[in-house]
């Protein structure tokens, strides 16, 4: 069926234009949210060690700063999605979507226009796997 499995999602809000500490607000307020909310299984801070950090990425207290990663029934996949531009619409954001097998898109979305296009994107990625399933 379906819904049976499981996507990943890895929001990135680093170029929100917030300094570190308003950064790191938005993203633990997002994560209890979340972790509050039925669109999402599991959702967690990246946790980074120094030699895995990518290029000008910051880490506060052993997680990468402004970003997220959750996992989402497919069945709740647009709920996600929905409930991301809602309270994203107007900041920058960047999403990484990957499926089961592997196969993985990242989006990134600058307006509320442009969140509504990375969601449709972010359907069409992955409604091959749910025909297929």
């Known amino acids: 069926m379906a819904d049976e499995f499981t996507v990943q999602f890895t929001i990135d809000l680093t170029d929100t234009g917030l300094e570190d500490e308003e950064l790191n ?5 997002l ?13 967690n801070r990246v946790a980074v060690e120094d030699e895995d950090m990518p290029k000008g990425a910051k ?3 052993g997680f990468l700063l402004g970003i997220l990663t959750a996992e989402v029934n497919a069945k709740n996949t647009k709920a996600a999605l929905s409930w991301l531009r809602d309270r994203l619409g107007r900041k920058p954001l960047k999403l990484g979507v ?9 989006l990134e979305a600058s307006r509320r226009e442009d969140v509504e ?3 449709q994107k972010a359907q069409e990625f992955l409604k091959d796997t749910e025909d297929t399933k």
Do not use: A, H
């Open 117 to 119: 296009l990375l969601i």
């Open 31 to 43: 994560l209890q949210q979340m972790k509050d909310s039925d669109e999402f299984e599991k959702v």
């Open 98 to 106: 990957k499926k089961p097998n592997g196969t993985e898109i990242n």
């Open 59 to 61: 880490s506060l207290g």
């Open 25 to 29: 607000r938005l993203t633990v307020t």
